[in-house]
């Protein structure tokens, strides 16, 4: 019988792909967690043909992965590297994943206080719990063709959360606005920030520029 901890991820895919239970769902968990042992290079298994989608949707050769159990499994071996590829890394195997948007998405927000002294409480599709401060910092791009917000949150070690909609209005509810000075093209500026406190940090949602 194999011990848990010299499990992989691939022989859990290929369990998946047979139907198979959750009997070795435990071997990710096992493997990723158990940061003391000793262990050499990581064997790399390619493309683990797995993929998750803008909405946070995790798929196995194009099918939902329907047991969250697992894929916070695999979520909690989930890495990214430098030059933005996603990867499922245990001490002793490694594969590629493609990721849409960003892994996560944050689905509500518990908010405390007031302005600057403002907590902001987010809970990802996943169930975990991240607080904007400085280590966990909100941004917003605009998208190209509908002009609209897509606001995320740094969850940890560079994977993010897209903030939902409905969780974004909320912020949006509890913004203010902020002047600061700039430079645009060599003559004075100001523009006027509308963002959030939160962990004592000042978080931008948009900006309005004005020069005089």
Known sequence: MTRPENQRPADILRTMARGGGNGQSQSVATAGGDQGREAGPAESCGDFDMRIGADGTWYYRNSPIGRLPLVKLFA???????????????????GIILVDDVPFTAVDVDIDGE???????????????????????????????????????????GLEARILRSVYYRLVERGEFRREDGRDDGRDAQEEAFGVWSGGRFFTLGRIASSD
């Open 115 to 157: 302005g600057r002294s403002q907590t902001l409480r987010f809970r990802t599709n996943l169930d975990e719990r991240v607080t904007a401060d400085a280590d966990h910092a909100i941004r917003v791009e605009v998208d190209s063709e509908t002009g609209e917000p897509r606001p995320y949150i740094h969850v940890r070690n």
């Open 76 to 94: 909690s071996v989930l890495r990214r590297e430098e030059d933005g590829s996603y990867w499922l890394v245990t001490p002793v195997e490694r």
